[in-house]
Every structure is written in structure tokens, then in C-alpha cells.
């Protein structure tokens, strides 16, 4: 069936970065945008950036410009969300969400299929 | 960018119809379509609504979404106790190239 499936759960100190997968199966990988979204504990999703992977092209939100690298690496379905210069409040379960886009009379943009997310703690 | 309001709590017992509403601006609800997210205890997010109004298949039609202008409601009809979660409307934003979250709702079924 259709799905993403992300690594495990990892500890970081402050100051490092961190590197989470996202492996695709049961559709074809370079047709979806893969958007990144992160949530803190007790807060609402946060959106990151997204990825086109079949041309690699990219767009990041704002406040993770320059910190935020989105990759692929299509030839093994898997999407890549690299956050460096973690901080504390960079502590978060990190989704990636498979991303339905047409236009009809309207523009559709939606996260059909979310992987079940990846807990990223930064501490010292 | 602004971020979507809702109300950080609704209630309501079995059968009831509960509505979450989704304040937004011109720049994301105002034009774009909303979308709306189901949230169990920890799961992810799951689609619940797309393109203001749409269920994606497997959603129950106790379900739906409508826009107008700025603002998106969601309704729940006939709520049951698995409906108890957290909701959030989101929304295409225009400048951040990106999708915003509302602030989320909190349903619980008493």
C-alpha cells in the first residue's frame, strides 16, 4: 500500500544537525512533492519546506533558510529533510507528508499520506 | 505570515453536531482552498477534508468543510467518541509558498 516510512528517533546536542529519512513505497516517488512539517509537544504542525523529486527543486520556509536542506535520492524512493545549527526548540517529531497538487476550477495543495514521524530531541 | 484562528476547544456529546470555525486572511483561506487534518493522540496528522469541501475516500460523511471569504468551518454530525482529537484547518499561503496550520481545535466528546 501506499506509504512513507521514516527513521528512527534521534538525540542531538546543540549546535549539531540532524538527518531524517523518508522512504517511499506503493506509488511512483518523482510524481509527489514531499513537503516536511514539524510539531513540538503541545503545539500545532509547523510547515518546513518542500521538494520536487523528480527535478530536486526546493522551497523552504523563511526561519529555516539556511539551516533547512531538503535531498533525494530517487533511485531508492527516499526523501532526505537535513535541520542543522540545532537549538533546543528545534525538539520536535518531524513528518513528511506526500503532496497532492491539481488544478481544476480550483488549486488543490494537500498532504494525503504522512509518515508516522521521526522525535528529534536536541539537549546537552 | 498570519496564522488560520480557531477556537482552542469544542464539546459535545454523542449524536451532537459540533462546528469548528478557521479565521484566516486574504493571503491563505481568502485565496486558496483549506484543507482540514484529524490528529489522534500520537499519530500523525490524517486528511479529513480537501479542497474546502472534498472527503478523501474511507472518511465518514458525518464530515464536511465549507469556505466563505476568509473563513472555513468544519462540521461534525452525529459525533462519536472516536472523534475526540485535535483539528486543524490549513491553507496554500501566497509569499510563504508554503502551507499554513491553523491554530488547531481540541474536540472532546463527553
Known amino acids: 500500500q501506499v506509504q512513507l516510512v521514516q527513521s528512527g528517533a534521534e538525540v542531538r546536542k546543540p549546535g549539531a544537525s540532524v538527518k531524517v529519512s523518508c522512504k517511499a513505497s506503493?506509488?511512483?516517488?518523482?510524481?509527489?512533492?514531499i513537503n516536511w512539517v514539524r510539531q513540538a509537544t503541545g503545539e500545532g504542525p509547523e510547515w518546513l519546506g518542500w521538494?520536487?523529486?523528480?527535478?530536486?527543486?526546493?522551497n523552504y520556509a523563511e526561519r529555516f533558510q539556511g539551516r533547512l536542506t531538503l535531498t533525494r535520492n530517487a533511485s531508492i524512493s527516499t526523501a532526505y529533510m537535513e535541520l542543522s545549527g540545532l537549538r533546543s526548540d528545534d525538539t520536535a517529531v518531524y513528518f513528511c507528508?506526500?503532496?497532492?497538487?491539481?488544478?481544476?476550477?480550483?488549486?488543490?495543495?494537500?498532504?494525503?499520506?504522512w509518515g508516522k514521524g521521526t522525535a528529534v530531541t536536541v539537549s546537552s | 505570515q498570519s496564522v488560520p484562528t480557531q477556537p482552542p476547544s469544542a464539546s459535545g456529546t454523542p449524536g451532537q453536531r459540533v462546528s469548528i470555525s478557521c479565521s484566516g486572511s486574504?493571503?491563505?483561506?481568502?485565496?486558496?482552498?483549506v484543507n482540514w487534518y484529524q490528529q489522534l493522540p500520537g499519530t500523525a496528522p490524517k486528511l479529513l477534508i480537501y479542497?474546502?469541501?472534498q472527503r478523501p475516500s474511507g472518511v465518514p460523511d458525518r464530515f464536511s468543510g465549507s469556505k466563505s471569504g476568509t473563513s472555513a468551518s468544519l462540521a461534525i454530525t452525529g459525533l462519536q467518541s472516536e472523534d475526540e482529537a485535535d483539528y486543524y484547518c490549513?491553507?496554500?499561503?501566497?509569499?510563504?509558498?508554503?502551507?499554513?496550520f491553523g491554530t488547531g481545535t481540541k474536540v472532546t466528546v463527553l
Open positions: 507528508a506526500r503532496t497532492v497538487e491539481k488544478v481544476t476550477t480550483v488549486y488543490y495543495h494537500y498532504f494525503d499520506i
Open positions: 506503493g506509488y511512483s516517488f518523482t510524481a509527489y512533492d
Open positions: 521538494m520536487n523529486p523528480n527535478s530536486g527543486h526546493t
Open positions: 486574504s493571503s491563505n483561506i481568502g485565496s486558496n482552498t
Open positions: 479542497g474546502n469541501n
Open positions: 490549513a491553507s496554500w499561503t501566497v509569499g510563504l509558498n508554503g502551507q499554513v
